[in-house]
């Protein structure tokens, strides 16, 4: 087990954090309560270090159609100062990472991997970019990544803001990045986010300047109810959310059709990796040949878990990929890959929980959606 260690580290062990593996990584579990700081981010905001992830820069005059073709969407139709949500699959249609990629420049994209596959994605884009007239720098250990989520969040970061700026945080746009000072600290702002509220992620490139940050976000956020948030509700906000979390929902030997995630899929682009077992993964799906990701709602008290069957009359129809009980519905939720036959919104099943079936039911996801 690795024991990387983000710049903030240390400000995580002063607030009493757990820490636990993730990915390589020591990272705060929790503070305090997992409950408290799910509650917390629903209704207030949370605060993460989210510095594991990494931070690839691509750039040079091919740099739209390298990333059109190295990965299945269309990047290159990203206007600048956008973001696109895309994935990076192999040769046979495995997901290899899902991915957000910020568009800075005409020529300069900012690709954004997970914790754990950060090393894969910037190796595996170099070894595309043969051909190709880009460079292919990983910066993710130059740089630091803190994240403020829930109703509450555009306000903090404000407050932080020259008055000249503030403007600009509350007209950011979903999906879209500006350049600012925040704290007296030049970040990289994002309205991005993990958990299905609306917030922020800022990516900083000194560990200096990150203790700042975080600190100045921690003490403008505390009047308004915001709290230091780990992985434990990362996890459960996300899944309420129904995003994927890769390494459950997405792997190598999912495919995007498989995961819901077809309309990422450009099938229209010229050649890129992997269209051609992305287009049999699609018929395949279209002849009801391959199960698929649904959202499943428990009736009875008891949680499936990752690795948990799914049954339909005694018969295994599939398996949980991510499951807990849900904090804002106080009910248990799950997502899982079913076969087709048992994949309709409506449809009962039952979970294997330890032995005992557990009634549940397929919904339409996501299971919560943030008040407009």
Partial sequence: MSDLRTALHAEHAALGASFTDFGGWQMPLKYASELAEHHAVRRAAGLFDLSHMGEVWVGGPGA??????ALVGRLSAVAV???GYSLLCAEDGGIVDDLITYRRAEDRFLVVPNAGNAAVVAAELARRAEGFDVTVDD???ATSLVAVQGPAAAGVVAALVPAQHRAEVADLRYYAATELPVAGVEVLLARTG????????????DDDAAVVLWRALLEAGAPAGLVPAGLAARDSLRLEAG???YGHELTRSTDPFAAGLGAVVDLTKPAFVGREALEAARTAHEAGARRVLVA????GPRAGRAGYPVLAGGTVVGEVTSGAPSP??????ALAYVDPAHAAVGTAVEVDVRGRAQPYDVVRGPFYRRPR
């Fill in 64 to 69: 739209a159609a390298f990333l059109d073709h």
């Fill in 81 to 83: 100062g956008r973001a």
């Fill in 139 to 141: 910066a993710s250990a």
């Fill in 194 to 205: 993990y958990t299905g509220e609306d917030g922020f992620e800022l990516f900083v490139a």
């Fill in 243 to 245: 995003m994927p979390l």
């Fill in 296 to 299: 499943l709602e428990g009736r």
């Fill in 328 to 333: 804002t519905l106080g009910r248990p939720v």
